[in-house]
């Protein structure tokens, strides 16, 4: 078999999705492969998103010390045309967690009892999930030097931080120069992407790869990395590796545009 | 008279106080044991004043506060360490098994100190997932050996930090223990939704 290109939604199904059907999918895919390829991008891409929702749910039980009330909070996010991706995915488990209590695993007698309880749960997955990164593929490949790589910490209030969450503001993205050497890559790229495309993700992958086409000599700064998303790895999966994702749908088009592959576990 | 003197029986110096084993007293309840006269033994030496040597769990032990709760975790800590002892020695699986459940029966009780520091709590709670996890599966040998081990550390030293209890679930974990709560993957399921839609 080719050698796998991890992404992001891989290493969340092996990290925070423990005895899952999920994980072990993600696990056995693995397996399949001569190589596994980790780039430092996903573990960016998945402290940002997934390991930060891990985090918000902690430090919601920290701050109202209420397994109900962080349900409650959770659930009852602001909807609407502004609420962000993490929003959206914390409300939506908020509500289907809520619909289920009596499945929750927790010591005690007492809502309080409870919210420690689920607490220090979240505080071990988030601390063993993060030890463990970079030991889940045989290689962890292209290092972002514009990226501080910290691990989580725990203030004296108990709440965890997870800052740096993002690369450096004041320096270009460390992948621009490598996007913007190859102009009919990108061109290939952005011609995958629907141009009548009503996803806002859509909108703004084309956006960022048509400033990459357009202004070569601009800053390519870290919103617009982050914008491109998927097409970044479509861009650097090596010669004789798949793109192993979870996520078919974007990849497949993306990759396909370059003469790659995308699989699903 | 110093403590090597050799005490003459019949003499009234000879008379010895004994202290009772559990040396707490409830409030409001007058303790007519703290002090009995006993019949004297010949010869004493550094435990002249016991009658037996006082364990560690009674040394420390104070009527409140956090330092009562560490006392108190000592205490359960030794009788759960104690039982898996007897598991470990058991040639019988169902045998064995029912020391482990008294274990199990134990952590409410032990996760109901976790106020004396989040180190404890955190493998407290950690070995409750476990035996969730395990639906009722006895522990196998190699398992009953890295939960006692991994208790009988947290006996010596109940006050940990989160990262230090987390280095414990870690060695659970690497012999085949699931540590996390099953459902836990059900928080990150609706991110998959949306991000996928």
């Given at each position: 078999m080719?050698?796998?290109?991890?992404e992001t939604t891989i290493l969340t199904d092996l990290l925070l999705k423990p005895y899952?059907?999920?994980q072990e999918r993600a696990k056995a895919a693995l397996a399949r492969y001569d190589s596994t390829l980790l780039p430092v991008y996903s573990i960016k891409e998945w402290k940002a998103g997934p390991l930060y929702y891990f985090v918000y749910v902690h430090n919601k039980?920290?701050?109202?010390?209420s397994f109900a009330n962080t349900l409650q909070a959770i659930a009852a996010l602001p909807l609407g045309y502004r609420r962000s991706t993490a929003q959206e995915a914390l409300a939506a488990a908020g509500q289907q967690l809520r619909r289920q209590p009596q499945n929750f695993t927790v010591l005690?007698?007492?809502d309080k009892d409870h919210a420690d309880s689920y607490r220090l749960s979240l505080a071990s997955i988030i601390i063993r999930s993060w030890n463990k990164r970079r030991k889940v593929t045989?290689?962890?490949?292209?290092?972002?030097?514009?990226?501080?790589?910290?691990?989580?910490s725990i203030g004296t209030d108990r709440l965890f931080d997870l800052s740096p969450r993002h690369c450096q503001i004041d320096e270009e993205c460390s992948l621009a120069v490598k996007l913007k050497s190859n102009p009919e890559l990108l061109e290939a790229l952005r011609d995958a992407i629907p141009a009548n495309s009503t996803r806002r993700e859509d909108q703004k992958r084309r956006k960022a790869l048509k400033h990459l086409i357009k202004h070569p000599d601009w800053i390519f700064t870290r919103d617009l990395c982050r914008d491109l998303g998927d097409a970044i790895y479509a861009f650097f999966c090596p010669a004789g590796a798949v793109v192993l994702t979870t996520n078919l749908r974007d990849h497949e088009r993306l990759t396909k545009a370059l003469g790659k592959l995308a699989e699903k576990p | 008279m110093s403590d090597t003197e050799v005490a003459k029986p019949g003499s009234r110096r000879s008379q010895i106080l004994l202290f009772p084993s559990d040396t707490r007293t409830t409030d409001g309840e007058k303790d007519t044991s703290a002090a009995t006269l006993a019949t004297p033994v010949l010869t004493r030496g550094a435990t002249a004043l016991v009658p037996h040597i006082i364990e560690i769990e009674r040394l420390y032990d104070a009527p409140s506060g956090e330092s009562y709760k560490v006392v108190k975790a000592i205490d359960l800590l030794k009788e759960v360490t104690g039982w898996l002892s007897e598991a470990r020695d058991c040639e019988d699986t169902?045998?064995?098994?029912?020391?482990?459940?008294?274990?199990?029966?134990?952590?409410?009780?032990?996760?109901?100190?976790r106020s004396i520091g989040d180190g404890f709590g955190v493998i407290i709670n950690s070995l409750n997932n476990v035996f969730v996890n395990l639906r009722g599966t006895p522990l196998n040998r190699d398992q009953v050996a890295i939960v006692w081990r991994v208790l009988r550390e947290l006996r010596a030293h109940p006050i940990l930090s989160l990262e230090q209890g987390v280095r414990h679930i870690e060695e659970l974990e690497q012999c085949g223990l699931q540590v996390d709560p099953p459902e836990v993957g059900e928080l990150l399921d609706g991110l998959q939704s949306m991000q996928n839609a």
């Amino acid at each position: 078999m080719p050698n796998a290109y991890v992404e992001t939604t891989i290493l969340t199904d092996l990290l925070l999705k423990p005895y899952s059907h999920k994980q072990e999918r993600a696990k056995a895919a693995l397996a399949r492969y001569d190589s596994t390829l980790l780039p430092v991008y996903s573990i960016k891409e998945w402290k940002a998103g997934p390991l930060y929702y891990f985090v918000y749910v902690h430090n919601k039980l920290v701050t109202t010390q209420s397994f109900a009330n962080t349900l409650q909070a959770i659930a009852a996010l602001p909807l609407g045309y502004r609420r962000s991706t993490a929003q959206e995915a914390l409300a939506a488990a908020g509500q289907q967690l809520r619909r289920q209590p009596q499945n929750f695993t927790v010591l005690g007698n007492t809502d309080k009892d409870h919210a420690d309880s689920y607490r220090l749960s979240l505080a071990s997955i988030i601390i063993r999930s993060w030890n463990k990164r970079r030991k889940v593929t045989t290689q962890v490949v292209q290092e972002l030097p514009c990226y501080l790589e910290a691990a989580p910490s725990i203030g004296t209030d108990r709440l965890f931080d997870l800052s740096p969450r993002h690369c450096q503001i004041d320096e270009e993205c460390s992948l621009a120069v490598k996007l913007k050497s190859n102009p009919e890559l990108l061109e290939a790229l952005r011609d995958a992407i629907p141009a009548n495309s009503t996803r806002r993700e859509d909108q703004k992958r084309r956006k960022a790869l048509k400033h990459l086409i357009k202004h070569p000599d601009w800053i390519f700064t870290r919103d617009l990395c982050r914008d491109l998303g998927d097409a970044i790895y479509a861009f650097f999966c090596p010669a004789g590796a798949v793109v192993l994702t979870t996520n078919l749908r974007d990849h497949e088009r993306l990759t396909k545009a370059l003469g790659k592959l995308a699989e699903k576990p | 008279m110093s403590d090597t003197e050799v005490a003459k029986p019949g003499s009234r110096r000879s008379q010895i106080l004994l202290f009772p084993s559990d040396t707490r007293t409830t409030d409001g309840e007058k303790d007519t044991s703290a002090a009995t006269l006993a019949t004297p033994v010949l010869t004493r030496g550094a435990t002249a004043l016991v009658p037996h040597i006082i364990e560690i769990e009674r040394l420390y032990d104070a009527p409140s506060g956090e330092s009562y709760k560490v006392v108190k975790a000592i205490d359960l800590l030794k009788e759960v360490t104690g039982w898996l002892s007897e598991a470990r020695d058991c040639e019988d699986t169902v045998e064995a098994d029912q020391y482990v459940q008294r274990v199990q029966m134990t952590l409410p009780r032990l996760f109901a100190l976790r106020s004396i520091g989040d180190g404890f709590g955190v493998i407290i709670n950690s070995l409750n997932n476990v035996f969730v996890n395990l639906r009722g599966t006895p522990l196998n040998r190699d398992q009953v050996a890295i939960v006692w081990r991994v208790l009988r550390e947290l006996r010596a030293h109940p006050i940990l930090s989160l990262e230090q209890g987390v280095r414990h679930i870690e060695e659970l974990e690497q012999c085949g223990l699931q540590v996390d709560p099953p459902e836990v993957g059900e928080l990150l399921d609706g991110l998959q939704s949306m991000q996928n839609a």
